[in-house]
């Protein structure tokens, strides 16, 4: 048991489907000039130019944040998944 814990400490568990959903859609609406929900969903250059537009237009890009973080919310865990994670959709 105590070789186990051990082993244990260094291996990250992936965070479950529903999880990621509910994070990405909470931070989306929260920070959604940031483009943190993008990051969490592994769309590195949609979040990189979300962060950009919430810069230059001061925090006003961050309304698309919004409506994606109420769509990610909305959405069954399943669609959310073959939506986001599996078709790869990056923007709404």
Do not use: R
Not at 12 to 20: L, R, V
Not at 24 to 53: D, N, R, S
């Amino acid at each position: 048991m105590e070789n186990s814990k051990q082993e244990d400490w260094n291996n990250p568990q992936p965070i479950p489907q529903e999880n990621k959903k509910v994070l990405a859609g909470v931070l989306a609406i929260v920070l959604g000039g940031l483009g943190i929900h993008k990051f969490i969903l592994g769309y590195t250059q949609e979040g990189i130019i979300q962060l950009i537009l919430g810069v230059v237009t001061c925090g006003i890009g961050g309304i698309i944040g919004l409506v994606e973080g109420i769509i990610y919310l909305t959405k069954t865990d399943e669609e959310f998944y073959q939506t986001y994670q599996v078709g790869k959709k990056g923007w709404f």
